[in-house]
């Protein structure tokens, strides 16, 4: 079975879809700092949209997974422009952010235009990410949050390598 073509109103977004699997840091001033394994899918069916899954676990010092952590899951689509984006996402901590961007080449800004949560969730106020090819293609990320009464700041930055 082969997979339907990619719309053609994704086409700026055509370097995501795969599989892709790499390490990265946590750290927040309410969080300990530690390193991360992760597993990232973004996928589609011919729609005008990506499908995306996200899995993270904690390592120890050995690289050994010590438990699951992040998991967030939702679809990136197309913006008004060609070089737009909109990004839901939703978590299992009860927290469904929204996001607006732009693509240029091979980088993406993001920034919330929402942040909802449910009574029992982190407080949350705001994100940004950026995504982008570096060397090698690799995948590297970077999200910045506010929340728990502390600004925007670093909090999750990964490099992930294309498996498929």
Known sequence: MTSPDLHPDLEHLA????????????????????RYEQEVSFSHDGRPFLAYI??????DEDGTRVRPSGTETGFWRPGKSPRDVEVM????????????????????????????????????KGLRRLYGLVEDGDLAYAIDMAAMGHPLQAHLSARL????
Do not use: C, M, N
């Open 15 to 34: 370097f995501l879809v795969g599989e892709w699997q790499g390490l990265g840091v946590v750290g927040y001033p309410s969080i300990t700092e530690a």
């Open 89 to 124: 996402l939703a978590h299992p901590t009860g927290i469904v952010e929204v996001y607006v961007g732009e693509v240029v080449f091979h980088r993406i800004e993001l920034t919330t235009e929402v942040v909802a949560r449910t009574e029992t969730s982190k407080d949350v």
């Open 161 to 164: 390598q294309k498996i498929s």
């Open 54 to 59: 996200s899995k993270t676990w904690l390592l």
